[in-house]
């Protein structure tokens, strides 16, 4: 089955404590992505992957890093969150010929 | 990308067809009619898109107005499970931020018993 993979689903963490939000998929897609998704704000690119080793920027870039080693995965680090890190996190991949892009079902993040 | 406007929310009878409407008149020649859904908080999922000519999947149908500047996306039967926030988005199918789709409000459709 097509599918995207994120973990945790859920997360409760202090300002500060560094953390990674793994995400996974098994399409064989080149472009991943993620997004955080805020009441009244909508979802908000943060982060953009073209292919294995190859991440930019999106909408709302600051505080988070990305990595692509592999092209399967495209975890979301968070090395000092804060409190105005707390959302909704999904992550998203698509082929480069695709026009259809498949999300993650989420992980919820809080920093206390 | 051009911008698009839909209503906050709309009702719709279990069985009916749901139509959703979608504003896109600053929409460009190379730019495609993409819906998206999202029920509760998961993540979107994807359901149709078009460029000009009407679209029909499993999930639903597209119609795309003539001159482009508006669409309604089309649930046949709609059922409880169709309850979702639903976005009508417009992009160029390879332009801008590569794959980034931009999410506005979107319309909340309730369906109801």
């Known amino acids: 089955e097509a599918q995207v993979t994120q973990n945790p689903r859920y997360l409760i963490t202090v300002t500060g404590k560094k953390l990674t939000v793994t995400c996974s998929q098994n399409m064989n897609h080149e472009y991943m992505s993620w997004y955080r998704q805020d009441p009244g704000l909508g979802l908000r690119q943060i982060y953009y992957?073209?292919?294995?080793?190859?991440?930019d920027k999106g909408d709302v870039p600051e505080g988070y890093k990305v990595s692509r080693k592999e092209k399967r995965n495209f975890p979301l680090i968070l090395e000092s969150p804060s409190p105005n890190q707390t959302s909704l996190y999904f992550c998203?991949?698509?082929?480069?010929?695709?026009?259809?892009?498949?999300f993650g079902p989420g992980t919820r993040l809080t920093v206390t | 990308d051009a911008k698009t406007t839909q209503p906050t929310s709309m009702d719709c009878a279990e069985g009916r067809a749901a139509n959703l409407p979608c504003n896109h008149s600053?929409?460009?020649?190379?730019?495609?009619v993409y819906w998206y859904r999202q029920i509760h908080s998961q993540g979107p999922q994807y359901i149709i898109h078009g460029l000009k000519n009407n679209e029909t999947n499993e999930m639903a149908s597209l119609i795309i107005t003539e001159d482009r500047k508006s669409s309604t996306l089309i649930l046949p039967h709609a059922t409880l499970r169709d309850t979702a926030v639903y976005y009508c988005?417009?992009?160029?199918?390879?332009?801008?931020?590569?794959?980034?789709?931009?999410f506005g409000k979107g319309t909340k459709l309730s369906v109801k018993p």
């Open positions: 988005i417009v992009r160029a199918y390879y332009g801008g931020s590569q794959g980034n789709l931009i």
């Open positions: 992957s073209m292919n294995v080793e190859v991440t």
């Open positions: 600053t929409i460009s020649g190379n730019e495609y």
């Open positions: 998203a991949s698509r082929g480069m010929e695709g026009e259809k892009q498949y």
